[in-house]
């Protein structure tokens, strides 16, 4: 995804990521896929993109790990969700 917004030529670029905060999978785990997940919300902001993680998973070590504090968003209710988009969507791009 970064490699087709990094050509884009808007001023704001944001990449949303909707996740369980879990950068697991089969053969692909624990702190390898930690260091993976990182090195790539790394590049897209070297590209001035803007990521952004929204969760529905309270696991706060990956989030604090992988996220600064002002970059992600745990949604507990997805009836909530159209609302907090919203929001979300004029905070990123103001």
């Known amino acids: 995804v970064t490699a087709k917004l990094r050509i884009r030529e808007e001023r704001t670029r944001i990449l949303i990521l909707l996740n369980d905060s879990q950068p697991f999978d089969e053969g692909y785990m624990a702190d390898y896929a930690i260091a993976d997940t990182r090195m790539a919300l790394y590049e897209a902001k070297k590209y001035g ?9 309270k ?3 990956n989030l604090r790990e992988l996220y600064s504090h002002n970059s ?4 507990d209710d997805i009836c909530k969700l159209p609302e907090r988009i919203t929001k979300i969507y004029r905070k990123l791009t103001t």
């Open 49 to 57: 993109i803007k990521p952004f993680c929204m969760t529905i998973t």
């Open 72 to 75: 992600w968003v745990v949604i």
């Open 59 to 61: 696991n706060s070590r």
